[in-house]
C-alpha cells in the first residue's frame, strides 16, 4: 500500500523478551541507526515540517525515488545536502533549545531512557533503546482453518449456507487489510518506534463478510492507556500523520471522540474503510477468543453471518444509533449455542484457562486458536432449526429484565448490583474486562424496538420457512 516508506519496521519487545547480551546483525544495526537518526532529525522540528521532508509518491516509481533520504544515511553529510532548505539541517545535538522527543513526550515506554550522544559507526557502542528491543516477532498471516460447511437438506438450511457462501470474507480480502496493516505498521513507526498495529474484530475472527470494515487497534504499550487524554493526543498526531505525509493514498480520516476514540479513514488502493484505536488490549484478545469460536464448530459461522445480515436489514445491528453492535449479536449468538439442553458450544474459557488469561502477552495470542481442537456436539439441529430457535430464545425466554448474557460462563446469570448493570436494557458480558458490550441501547424506543423486530421475525420464519419472509435474500447476497 505505501511502497515507499523510508524505513524499514522498527522492532517492537514484549517485556520478557529483553536482554542485555543481545547482538546485532549489520543489516538490523543499520535499520537502527536509522531509526535513531530519525529520531533525532524530528527534535527541532514540528511534525508537519518534519514528516514533509520527504514527499511520498504513490503508484510505478525508479528506484532512486524509493530510496532512503540523504538525511538518514549516517553521520556524514552528503555533498548533495548543500542546498536543502534551512528547515532540512540536521539539528545540533547539544544545542540548549533541543525538545525531548515526541515520542518520549507522549508514551514514556518502561526501560527506555534518553540519550544525549548518538551512537558512531566506528565504536562498538549500542544505544539503550536498540539494547532493549529485540526485532519484532510479525504476527503471521492467520489462513482461515479449513472446515467442513454442514449438510443442509432442508431449504431454509439451504438459503443460509447459500448466503454464506456468497457474502463470507474471502481470503483475498484478508490480505489487502493484512497488507495495509503491515504498512501503515511502517508508517506509525515513525511517530511512535516500539509500536505495533493488530487488525482485529470481524476482519480476523471469523465473522467477517465481503464488505466487512477493517478494524485496528495501535498498542503503545503494553499498560492501560487513558482514552480521554493520552489515547486521544496519539491519535491527534496519527491523524496529522494521515493528512500530510499520507495524504495520497489515504482519504477521508477523521479524528472521532467517544468513550475509545478513534481515527476513521479510507485507503485507496484497497478501498476498505478502517476504524483505529488506541491501547484497546481487550479488543485483540476478544478477536482471538471469538476466532476459536468461529471454527470450534461447523454451523457457528453461517449462523453468526445470517444473523447480522438479518439485524442490519432490520436496522437494529448499529450501536452509534443505539441499537446492539456486531460484537454484542456476536456474544448473543455463541451464548444461546452454549444454552441449548444439549449444547453446540462449551465455554473456552473454561474448558482452557490458561490459553484465555488475560496475562497472556499480545504476541502470543494469535496462537490460541490453533490449540483448541474442534469440539463434537451430539446435538445435529440444522442450521434452519437454530435460526428459529435463536429468534425464539430472545422472543420469548430469555429475561431481560434480570439476566446477564455471559459466554465466559456459558449461561445466563443474574445482573450485578453495580452502575454498569443496574437500569440498563440489555446486559451482554464482554468475557474479558466483564463490561456491558450492550450499553449503546440506552433507550426504551430502541430496546423496544429490538425485541419486536426479535418476536416478529420469529412468527414470520416459523410460519413461511422462507428465510426472504425475514431477509430479502438476493438483496442481501448483492450487498455482499
Known amino acids: 500500500m505505501f ?20 547482538s546485532l546483525s549489520p543489516i538490523f544495526y543499520s535499520h537502527q541507526q536509522q531509526l535513531v537518526d530519525a529520531q533525532f532529525n524530528f527534535q527541532n522540528a514540528d511534525l508537519s515540517r518534519a514528516v514533509s521532508l520527504q514527499q511520498l509518491t504513490y503508484g510505478n516509481v525508479s528506484q532512486t525515488q524509493t530510496s532512503t533520504s540523504p538525511l538518514f544515511r549516517g553521520r556524514k553529510r552528503l555533498s548533495d545536502e548543500k542546498n536543502l532548505p534551512l528547515h532540512g539541517k540536521r539539528p545540533r545535538f547539544y544545542s540548549p533549545h533541543q525538545e525531548p522527543t515526541v515520542v518520549n513526550h507522549i508514551v514514556p515506554l518502561s526501560g527506555e531512557r534518553r540519550y544525549s550522544m548518538p551512537p558512531l559507526f566506528n565504536t562498538p557502542y ?90 485496528l487497534c495501535l498498542v503503545v504499550k503494553e ?31 477523521q479524528l472521532i471522540r467517544a468513550k475509545v476514540p478513534i481515527v476513521k479513514f479510507r485507503d485507496k488502493v484497497s478501498c476498505v474503510e478502517f476504524d483505529l484505536n488506541v491501547n484497546n488490549i481487550v479488543g485483540i484478545r476478544n478477536t482471538f477468543l471469538l476466532r476459536t469460536y468461529a471454527y470450534l464448530e461447523n454451523r457457528v459461522r453461517p449462523l453468526v453471518l445470517v444473523i447480522k445480515k438479518w439485524a442490519n436489514h432490520h436496522e437494529i445491528n448499529d450501536a452509534s444509533r443505539g441499537t446492539l453492535s456486531s460484537y454484542s449479536l456476536v456474544l448473543m449468538v455463541l451464548h444461546y449455542l452454549q444454552t441449548l ?101 440506552h433507550e426504551r424506543q430502541k430496546f423496544d424496538m429490538i425485541k419486536d423486530q426479535f418476536l416478529k421475525s420469529w412468527h414470520r420464519l416459523k410460519n413461511k420457512k422462507d428465510l426472504n419472509s425475514i431477509l430479502p435474500l438476493r438483496a442481501a447476497i448483492l450487498k455482499r
Not at 480480502?173 to 505495533?196: A, G, H, N, V, W
Not at 482514552?227 to 495520497?248: D, N, P
Open 126 to 215: 549500542v544505544p539503550d533503546i536498540v539494547r532493549c528491543t529485540p526485532p519484532s516477532q510479525e504476527i503471521p498471516f492467520l489462513e482461515p482453518r479449513e472446515i467442513t460447511l454442514p449438510e443442509a437438506k432442508d431449504k431454509l438450511s439451504q438459503q443460509i449456507l447459500e448466503l454464506f457462501e456468497a457474502c463470507q470474507q474471502q481470503v483475498s480480502d484478508l490480505k489487502k487489510k493484512e497488507r495495509c496493516r503491515t504498512q501503515l505498521q511502517r508508517e506509525i513507526q515513525l511517530l511512535f518506534p516500539r509500536s505495533r498495529l493488530f487488525l482485529v474484530g470481524s476482519s480476523l475472527n471469523g465473522f467477517g463478510t465481503r464488505s466487512s470494515d477493517g478494524d
Open 223 to 253: 499498560e492501560p492507556v487513558n482514552q480521554k487524554t493520552e489515547a486521544w493526543h496519539i491519535l491527534t498526531l496519527v491523524h496529522k500523520h494521515f493528512c500530510t505525509r499520507l495524504s495520497g493514498y489515504i482519504e477521508r480520516p
Open 3 to 22: 511502497p515507499n516508506s523510508i524505513l524499514g519496521r522498527p522492532p517492537y519487545t514484549p517485556n520478557h523478551q529483553q536482554s542485555n547480551d543481545f
Open 341 to 441: 439442553p444439549e449444547p453446540i458450544l462449551p465455554s473456552i474459557q473454561k474448558m482452557y484457562p490458561e490459553s484465555f488469561s488475560p496475562a497472556i502477552q499480545l504476541h502470543l495470542v494469535h496462537q490460541v486458536p490453533c490449540n483448541v481442537p474442534p469440539y463434537l456436539s451430539k446435538n445435529e439441529s440444522n442450521l434452519g432449526d437454530l435460526l428459529l430457535g435463536f429468534l425464539k430464545y430472545y422472543a420469548t425466554e430469555f429475561d431481560w429484565s434480570s439476566q446477564m448474557i455471559s459466554v465466559r460462563e456459558a449461561k445466563a446469570i443474574p445482573r450485578p448490583d453495580d452502575f454498569e448493570w443496574i437500569n440498563k436494557y440489555i446486559c451482554v458480558e464482554e468475557p474479558f474486562d466483564g463490561t456491558n458490550t450492550a450499553r449503546a441501547v
